[in-house]
């Protein structure tokens, strides 16, 4: 077990692992690491967008794609609208196409009356299209992914990166291989990165850095003994 007080880092198998045995062996919901996940999300968010010292209000777009990374944005858009920001989702996947954690946030999402827009037929023009907001949240692509991003949503990550506003990334800029730090034909240039749990093995690498922006490191809740069980000692 690695005792450091630093920040650990993880591949692709381990910040699955990390999610997997939380469930499985500390019997936490797949819905509370998501609750926290999003909560340290939102408040990184309202920091960049002038928080504590003014007024987070402001719209938020944030692109959602499917699975648990989906899901946090769409759980991040709960609490930016309570804390009075103006989140807008644009939907990378079909709305009945999401399921479990995520497929719960969206419905919470749309019983709260929040701004979704079916982006799903053409991303790359929902996102040109969109009024310009104070904020973008980069929600389509996490650290599962191991191949190159395709069409169409290869041209939405181009489409984010076109954009003028600074780009907030979850858990890691969309496109970027957790485990090389490569970009998969192509990765989102974010401003910041709110990672879950610990650093990702590719953010140690050279070709990381261009995409990565500021890195913040977030808690999930997953029990300490099984985040320094499964973390790496960042190497020297």
């Known amino acids: 077990m690695n005792e ?21 062996r500390y019997g936490i919901p797949g819905m509370v690491l998501m609750e926290n996940a999003a909560r340290g999300l939102a408040l990184h968010a309202m920091t960049m967008l002038g928080w504590p010292d003014a007024d987070p209000g402001g719209r938020v777009a944030i692109v959602c794609g499917g699975g648990n990374n989906g899901g946090d944005g769409f759980a991040a858009a709960r609490h930016l609208h309570n804390h009075r920001a103006e989140p807008v989702i644009l939907l990378m996947r079909p709305a009945d196409s999401y399921t479990e954690d995520a497929a719960s946030n969206l419905r919470i999402c749309e019983a709260m009356g929040l701004r979704i827009i079916d982006g799903s037929n053409d991303p790359d023009g929902a996102i040109r299209d969109l009024e310009e ?30 954009q003028y506003v600074p780009v907030l990334a979850v858990d890691i800029p969309s496109g970027l291989d957790c485990d090389t730090g490569e970009p998969l034909g192509g990765a989102v240039k974010a401003a910041a990165t709110v990672t879950f749990v610990g650093l990702k093995r590719g953010f140690t690498r050279p070709a990381a850095q261009p995409y990565l922006g500021q890195v913040v490191v977030t808690d999930i809740g997953a029990p300490r003994e099984l985040v320094t069980e499964l973390g790496e000692l960042v190497s020297a």
Do not use: C, H, K, Y
């Open 4 to 24: 450091s007080t630093g920040p650990l880092v993880f591949g692709r198998e381990q910040a699955r692992r990390v999610d997997a045995e939380a469930i499985e």
């Open 133 to 162: 907001p104070a904020l973008w949240i980069d929600a389509l692509f996490g650290t599962g992914l191991s191949s190159a991003v395709r069409p169409p949503l290869d041209d939405a990550i181009a489409a984010l990166n076109d």
